[in-house]
């Protein structure tokens, strides 16, 4: 944990800016944090912090020292792409400890900032074929293993039992009514950025996975019509999704299967939204 000079954040929106920068995601959406807000709320998180600040100032200061400090607890979430058996998006959420404190020695007194993440980090760990159930609004398809009035776990086909915040499945369901998974992804900043295609490739897979379907998305010729349908599995609105088709249209090959149109895409809008 970090000793910073002077009293560095005065409320939660400089102790948060101050904890993203510490963790190098500083270009990260509040909104994205907001969705794991609930983990801090851990009074294991609150014990640990405060032996935290205690080890940290009286080994600068001496063991005679003295500090009041003003706190604040920051989820960052840090994500990962996971091919191996089924593919699933992986969101480790470290929980950082912001201490703004007055801290007297023994013979002055000095204003500090205490920053560094506490805790264990908690994964949560989303099966892309969850992700796609969520999309179609087909999480009925799952058995429900165990729940309680903070988790849910769900049995999913392939893969070990799934335990997942109930807050965070219901703000991800409503967020994925009105934006696509990318752009969702896109909030996490570069991070984002960087998995968005490979779940965006795994998701209009298993949107294409049909005993009628002749051949597979990596196989399959692009058209208007399929290209707008793939984008529309990906939460795009129809006139969105034909918006971004029309910008790459000049760009499209007549041999050009489906999913690298799709990737061509993808790549294009990360690009506009970097400009």
């Not at 607890?73 to 996971?82: A, H, S």
């Not at 990596?218 to 129809?238: F, I």
Request: glycine letters at 6%; one cysteine or more; aromatic letters at 6%.
């Amino acid at each position: 944990m970090k000793i910073l000079p002077g009293r560095q954040a005065d409320n939660r929106q400089e102790a948060t800016r101050l904890a993203l920068r510490e963790a190098g995601v500083e270009d990260m959406s509040a909104d994205v944090i907001d969705m794991f807000e609930l983990l801090t709320k851990d009074q294991k998180i609150a014990s640990e912090a405060d032996k935290a600040i205690g080890t940290n100032i009286r080994g600068r200061y001496g063991n005679k020292a003295t500090w009041r400090a003003e706190r604040w607890f920051v989820p960052v979430p840090k994500l990962q792409f996971q091919s191996k058996d089924i593919h699933h998006l992986v969101i480790e959420v470290s929980v950082y400890l912001v201490a703004a404190a007055v801290v007297r020695p023994a013979d002055d007194s000095r204003l500090v900032t205490l920053v560094g993440s506490v805790g264990k980090p908690e994964m949560v760990s989303i099966p892309m074929v969850f992700l796609h159930a969520l999309l179609e609004k087909d999480l009925g398809r799952f058995a429900i293993v165990a729940r309680d009035a903070s988790n849910t776990t769900w049995e999913v086909t392939g893969a070990k039992p799934v335990r997942l915040p109930n807050d965070f499945v219901h703000d991800l369901s409503a967020i994925l009514k009105y934006q696509s998974v990318v752009s969702w992804l896109c909030q996490f900043g570069a991070q984002g950025r960087c998995v968005a295609p490979l779940v965006a490739g795994s998701l209009i897979g298993l949107a294409f996975q049909d005993s009628s379907q002749l051949s597979p998305a990596n196989k399959e010729m692009v058209t208007t019509e399929n290209l707008v349908s793939a984008l529309e599995g990906l939460a795009y609105q129809p006139a969105e999704a034909r918006e971004l088709v029309s910008k790459v249209s000049s760009r499209l090959r007549a041999d050009m299967t489906l999913e690298e149109a799709i990737r061509l895409i993808l790549q294009g809008k990360e690009l506009n939204d970097n400009g």
